[in-house]
């Protein structure tokens, strides 16, 4: 079976700080997606990498695929409020096309 | 360009009853993908379709289940709901038959009392 781990479950920090979360796995993937979803919404695809490496910046976000593309981080500089909320990694297998989903990441801003 | 749009919103069933949710897909797209999201955790994959078609299937008992109809659009069917039935059920298209990129809706809360 395979699985994606997301750490950490649950992050609280003031506005203005930088942190990293973190989706693992020991299972190598064709590609990698970051969404991210605010409360009374559906997740919305941030960012996808698809190169082991590949790293890929959305303003303040910077997104990365590990080298042998079994694991993925996103970094948010200078946290703020409106980076609130629940991120989730998704991963594609190369033997087919499901989707495996991390549990997410549930990160909160306080201002 | 419209989104992918779920119906109802919210939806209050008491146990043993049947729930249907209800999703248009982004035109042009012909997969839809449904989800179980419960306590604002991570997404359980319930079903794929595409052309119509069942292409997979979650972990789930078979009285979760769904069609596709020709235009596109799907419903998921819940029959003798469950008090653990109640989360938010997403819905999602995307333009190949391939997982990625996903375009999801806003979710049904479905509430079993």
């Known amino acids: 079976t395979q699985l994606l781990e997301q750490s950490p479950q649950f992050l609280s920090i003031q506005e203005g700080e930088n942190l990293t979360v973190y989706c693992n796995s020991s299972?190598?993937?064709?590609?990698l997606q970051w969404y991210r979803q605010e409360p009374g919404e559906g997740p919305v695809l941030l960012v996808t990498v698809v190169t082991g490496g590949e790293v890929k910046k959305l303003k303040r976000l910077t997104f990365q695929f590990g080298d042998a593309r079994k694991d993925s981080s996103l970094h948010i500089t200078a946290a703020q409020p409106g980076d609130t909320g629940l991120y989730l990694c998704?991963?594609?297998?190369?033997?087919?096309?499901?989707?495996?989903w991390g549990a997410g990441t549930k990160l909160i801003i306080k201002p | 360009e419209a989104g992918v749009t779920q119906s109802p919103t919210h939806l209050i069933k008491t146990r043993g009853q049947q729930a249907t949710l209800r999703c248009s897909p982004i035109s042009g797209h012909t997969s839809v993908y449904w989800y179980q999201q419960a306590l604002g955790l991570g997404l359980q994959f319930l079903l794929w379709?595409?052309?119509?078609?069942?292409?997979n299937r979650g972990n789930f008992p078979p009285r979760f289940s769904g069609r596709q109809f020709p235009n596109y659009s799907s419903e998921l069917n819940v029959n003798a709901l469950e008090l653990e039935d109640s989360a938010l059920y997403l819905c999602a298209s995307s333009d190949r038959d391939s997982a990625s990129p996903l375009h999801f809706g806003n979710g049904t809360r479905l509430t079993v009392t």
């Open positions: 379709y595409d052309e119509g078609e069942e292409r």
């Open positions: 998704a991963a594609e297998p190369d033997s087919n096309y499901q989707l495996i």
């Open positions: 299972s190598v993937f064709s590609s």
